[in-house]
């Protein structure tokens, strides 16, 4: 299993901002991309931001132009920038690495691997 170790969130008013920091472990390899998914009760699971190892970036259009993806590919390290936050931006953002192979873990073969999370509330 992969332990991604994830900091940052908590409570800021509209229009303020946070910065998520998510951390692989350094002597994972052939990481293919890394980013952050948000969760909100009663809805499934949905992209925020990602980057791959070449910089190719990719949005939801409800973050486009406020927050901004980066990473630190040496180590293994992805930053999310929220910026004129609003309160639908309110949840709980989960890291996400995919490999470009498949890992055997002990709970199985897997590509992709998940942070626990951690809470963002943005208050009007």
């Known amino acids: 299993q992969v332990q991604l170790v994830e900091s940052g969130g908590g409570s800021v008013q509209a229009g303020g901002s946070l910065t998520l920091s998510c951390a692989a472990p350094?002597?994972?390899?052939?990481?293919?991309?890394m980013g952050w998914y948000r969760q909100t009760p009663g809805n499934e699971r949905e992209l925020v931001a990602t980057?791959?190892?070449?910089?190719?970036?990719n949005y939801a259009d409800s973050v486009q132009g406020r927050y901004t993806i980066s990473r630190d590919n040496a180590a293994n390290t992805v930053f999310l920038q929220m910026n004129s936050m609003k309160p639908e931006d309110t949840g709980v953002y989960l890291c996400?690495?995919?490999?470009?192979?498949?890992?055997?873990?002990?709970?199985?073969?897997?590509?992709?691997?998940w942070g626990q999370g951690t809470q963002v509330t943005v208050s009007s």
């Open positions: 350094r002597n994972l390899v052939l990481v293919e991309s």
């Open positions: 996400n690495v995919k490999l470009s192979y498949v890992m055997a873990t002990k709970a199985g073969p897997a590509r992709e691997f």
């Open positions: 980057v791959t190892t070449g910089g190719s970036t």
